[in-house]
């Protein structure tokens, strides 16, 4: 676990940037955005320290905040200067399904030196990202992700009281340097994935930002981390939830069960109306770790109402009339022995060790020929999944938003909002539900990396 005498935060303040260099995108359907993927430096620690060895997007991790508005249209054209092949997914879009991003399923992977154009409408306002989706354990590990807000219409509340937050966690060696020895360790592969020693928000450690007292703000939490989960409790600084993964509440709620897991890949929009300075903290540990500092500043005048945020239009799932389709999740560490196929052939011995496959979906491991369903377009679909490991994982669908409609075990999620990614604890079976109206092949995998690379992603098609 993060332990945070190893590594006591020098002066407050040392990174005061929290806005990002915004990428704009005229209103014109013929404007591009440029994307160029390479190797960079970047201080991940103390200013004093090293820089570290990345991979970015633009030269910066996290890349540039791509900002549009709902129903645009989106161009991005993306070079890959690195010396191995990727791709962008646009992790939460409700996207045609040639642009999402998917190495192997979706897209050829981009070769070093190529590009690709991703064009695209994006059909809902809210928090996502977009992150590589090749080797993503390692090419996202590396700083390979940025952030992707989408405008209501109407945007609720204006530059200065929406910020963005991108949390990632990094496993640094000493003096602060990035540690990229170990991508890769069938060890984080087999047991919860990799796991850092450093949070940073938006690229650095403990961004300050000031806020005004008594004004309403609109923080957009992202989870970029290869496997963490963070422990978020917005009740200490009285915040309330305004949105799960893009998808607005139909209102903000004050949440009874604190604090907020938010696993791998997921986001948390909240509302918070200041009156102290708070700190957002990563409260798994005895010892809170200060992730971002807030100074609030001013006098308060008349009481603030927040502004509405709209909400999308997403189709509801029938679930008298669904179709059910099982998932058992086997395998990793302390899972017993677990008889698994991998590309049509059953490991043995060895085997385990030469594919890096320790995990399984039904007993299979990865994506097999066939896909695990076929939906025709408009289905109710139901996945139940069984999760008969000893991990918690973060279950992701891609092109679709989902209902979790039941969860054995003691978390609870208010109002069943809609999500792109769900936590699933060991033991636990989580059903979710969801319209299949997006046609293509679309990936259902842990969003813990390692995890998906060493077994945990499977596929199905929408006719
Ligand atoms: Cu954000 Cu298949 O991933
Ligand atoms: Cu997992």
Known sequence: ??????????????????????????RTSSTELELIAGPAKKKLFRPDAEASDVWAYNGEVPGPEIRVRKGDRVRVRFTNNLEEPTSIHWHGIRIDNAMDG???????????????????????????????????????????YGPMIIDEPERPFDSSHDITLVLDDWRLRRPGVLDTESFGSLMDWSHGGRLGNWITVNGGA????????????????????????FEIDPNRFDAKVLAYDGQALSEPISLAY??????????????????ENFALEEVSSDDPFVMAEFKVEGVATAAVTAPAVAINAIPEPDIANARRVKVLMEGGAMGGFVEITYQGKKLQGEDVQSTRQTWAFNGVANLA???????ER???????????????????VHGHHFRVISRSGSEVDEGKPWRDTFLIGPNQTTEIAFVT??????????????HAAAGMTTWFTVA
């Not at 945070?4 to 020098?10: A, P």
């Not at 064009?119 to 977009?130: I, K, M, N, Q, S």
Request: aromatic content about 10%.
């Open 1 to 26: 676990m993060i332990n945070r005498r190893n590594f006591i935060i020098g002066a407050a303040g040392l990174v005061s940037a929290t806005q990002f260099p915004a990428l704009s995108l005229a």
């Open 102 to 144: 998917v190495s192997g399923l979706t897209q050829e992977a981009v070769q070093p030196g190529a590009s690709f154009v991703y064009d695209f409408e994006v059909p809902d306002a809210g928090t996502y990202w977009y992150h590589a989706h090749n080797k993503s354990w390692n090419q996202v590990g590396r700083g390979l």
């Open 206 to 229: 403990v961004p300050v930002t000031a806020l005004k007292r008594g004004e309403a703000y609109r923080l957009r939490l992202i989870n970029a981390a290869n496997a963490r989960v």
């Open 258 to 275: 604190a604090p907020a897991m938010l696993g791998p890949a997921q986001r948390m929009d909240l509302l918070v109306v200041p009156q």
């Open 369 to 375: 020929d066939d896909p695990l369903f076929v939906a």
């Open 378 to 396: 408009g289905q109710t679909i139901i996945i139940e999944t069984i999760n008969r490991t000893a991990w918690v994982h973060a279950m992701h």
């Open 437 to 450: 109206d997006n046609p293509g092949k679309w990936l259902y995998h842990c969003h813990m990396l390692e």
